[in-house]
């Protein structure tokens, strides 16, 4: 698998749960000689099968029976498509098998299987009924990694709707004509197509900083086993995964929209992004289960320390930051201290109103996690607008490249970030709207 010659799956799913895992069917009876035999249906495996690897790894969720009830019931698998020969080779055929192909609304090039186990062959990974602590060894980083396929699939739509935006002639510069030798100016002349760009283009290079800053905590948590890297990047990973690809999936329909009748249309290959971004909120845990788990339980976690260390962070960068100019402190300190205090005063109600009703929390969880994922990116504008001051102001021979950041960052300031309020008002006002309704009202 390292080298590459061997793909592999994870299989959680089942027909009927998804984001209950506890519900799960799926069993392992242990064998004389150590091992399993596995049986269950798994559904939506992304690459569950295909002829592209000598062996397929699946990675299977299952109950052994006699153990504890629910989640805490649950054991990992290994389950390999064709079971080794003594030499290390694929030998036999497993008892795996596809029942069918999920025809989708994108990722195309990606195989999503309904799997059938019927009595395979598998091995104990980690320790009994432990099998979601070990499967979330991986899915912390799959779920960063999720996070990026948002920022990406963004980042490619908007830099086709910049071209079209030069390219395509239409109307006027309402200021004054900018292509007199041409029947219309292009639509990047266009306020309005100027605002869909700025929002696209601040999100991309704010979003990517922000996953940097992400792999960069795993990293120091993996690597020098720093404690405190650990706790902020588990605290931000829903953050990363469901704020990224919901805003994500957003830029792609505004780049959409840029090509107007003309995205809607296949010719562009436009509606291929939102397809393909569609699945990143849904697939990792959809994203009203990540800002679930966020307030729901990271929010707590260590007594808040993650969260404190996270405002201490903002609040210190804040200080160091105080001198370098006053355009800097007006457009980005003053609006980043702004928007952290609405997140702070959201996480202050959870505080207080949480435990007396916790839909009062749950009613407000996406706002949050949305908010927390504008301030992040408020926090690596800020930072990353300070770099290029400070090469700005070293002589630096780019000088194009830098004022475009501070300008892309102004905007995001300006823009972008004052959604906490918007967040903010609505988190407030609890779970009294939300819950009005008894089911049989809808
Ligand atoms: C293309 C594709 C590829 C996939 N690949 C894999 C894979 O490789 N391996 C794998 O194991 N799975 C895979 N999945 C499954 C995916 O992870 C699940 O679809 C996802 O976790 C949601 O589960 P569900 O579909 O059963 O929805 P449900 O759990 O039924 O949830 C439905 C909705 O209710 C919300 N919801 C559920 N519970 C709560 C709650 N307590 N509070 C608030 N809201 C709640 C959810 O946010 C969601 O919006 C894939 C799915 C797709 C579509």
Known sequence: ???????????????????????????????????????????????????????????????????????????????PKFVLNDDGTPGTRNGV????????????????CVMNYDEATGYLLGDAHKGMRAMFTMMNEARVGVGMQGVSQAEAAYQNAVEYAKDRLQGRDVTGVKN???????????????????????????????????????????????????GLVSLLTPVIK????????????????????????????????????????????ANGVQALDLVG???????????MAFFELVKSFCKDSAEVNDDFTKDFIAPLKAASKDLQAASMYFVQNGMKNPNNALSGSNDFMHMFGHVCLGLVWAQMAKAATEVLDA????????????ATGRYYMARRLPATQLHLTRILTGAETVMALDAASF
């Not at 098998?97 to 999503?112: A, C, L, P, Y």
């Not at 994500?248 to 329909?253: A, E, S, W």
């Not at 780049?255 to 697939?283: C, N």
């Not at 339980?297 to 969260?307: E, I, N, P, S």
Request: with cysteine.
């Open 297 to 307: 339980r990271k929010l707590a976690v260590d007594g808040g320390k993650h969260l």
């Open 97 to 112: 098998s596809v029942g069918n192909i999920e025809k989708k609304m994108g990722i195309h090039g990606n195989s999503t």
């Open 180 to 230: 007199p030798d041409g029947p219309a100016d292009p639509l990047i002349v266009h306020p309005d197509i100027r605002r869909s760009l700025m929002d696209q283009k601040s999100f991309v290079e704010g979003g990517r900083a922000f996953l940097l800053w992400g792999a960069q905590m795993i990293d120091q948590a993996h690597r020098d086993g720093n404690k405190d890297a650990n």
């Open 395 to 406: 002589g630096s021979s780019d000088a194009a490249f830098y004022e475009t950041k501070i």
């Open 1 to 79: 698998m390292v080298s590459c010659e061997w793909t592999g799956t994870m299989n959680l799913t089942e027909p009927h749960c998804g984001t209950d895992l506890g519900l799960m069917r799926t069993k392992a009876e242990p064998q004389e000689d150590g091992s399993y035999k596995v049986s269950g249906q798994k559904i939506f495996i992304s690459a569950g099968d295909h002829d592209m690897a000598a062996n397929i790894i699946h990675l299977v969720l299952a109950k052994i029976p006699g153990g504890p009830d629910g989640i805490k019931g649950v054991s990992l698998f290994i389950v």
């Open 242 to 285: 469901g704020f990224l690809t919901d805003e994500g999936y957003d830029m792609t329909v505004k780049a959409q929209q840029v090509y107007g009748g003309h995205g809607y249309i296949e010719e562009h290959g436009m509606s291929q992004y939102t397809r393909d971004a569609r699945i990143a909120q849904i697939y990792e845990g």
